[in-house]
């Protein structure tokens, strides 16, 4: 069983930066695809950035391409979300996912685990 914590969220105006973490435990970190997926009130959770479990591949949402930052260091178990220029329609419950055989740019349904989320508001 794999757990994930995630934080690092809060409030920011836009043109602002934050910096998610999501901390895993109880598996194998260093063998899963990690994926960072976000969900806006009244809409379906949408997949933001992924990363290999080798951290040589990074994919990106085409909204968030340029200004969002996937990467992760096996030996702390975390992964993390850099945000940039942070936009109001950035606003939204943030979510990291594991996919525990390692496939790359997995579906949304593939992955096996799930954190809690942590909210971004980004003010206009």
């Known amino acids: 069983q794999v757990q994930l914590v995630e934080s690092g969220g809060g409030l920011v105006q836009t043109g602002g930066s934050l910096r998610l973490s999501c901390a895993a435990s109880?598996?194998?970190?260093?063998?899963?695809?990690m994926g960072w997926f976000r969900q806006a009130p009244g809409k379906e959770r949408e997949f933001v950035a992924t990363?290999?479990?080798?951290?040589?591949?990074?994919a990106y949402a085409d909204s968030v391409k340029g200004r969002f930052t996937i990467s992760r260091d096996n030996a702390k178990n975390t992964v993390y979300l850099q945000m940039n220029s942070l936009k109001p329609e950035d606003t939204a419950v943030y979510y990291c996912?594991?996919?525990?055989?390692?496939?790359?740019?997995?579906?949304?349904?593939?992955?096996?685990?799930w954190g809690q989320g942590t909210q971004v508001t980004v003010s206009s």
């Open positions: 996912a594991v996919e525990e055989s390692g496939l790359w740019k997995p579906d949304i349904k593939e992955y096996d685990y």
């Open positions: 990363i290999s479990w080798w951290a040589g591949s990074t």
């Open positions: 109880g598996g194998t970190f260093n063998s899963y695809t």
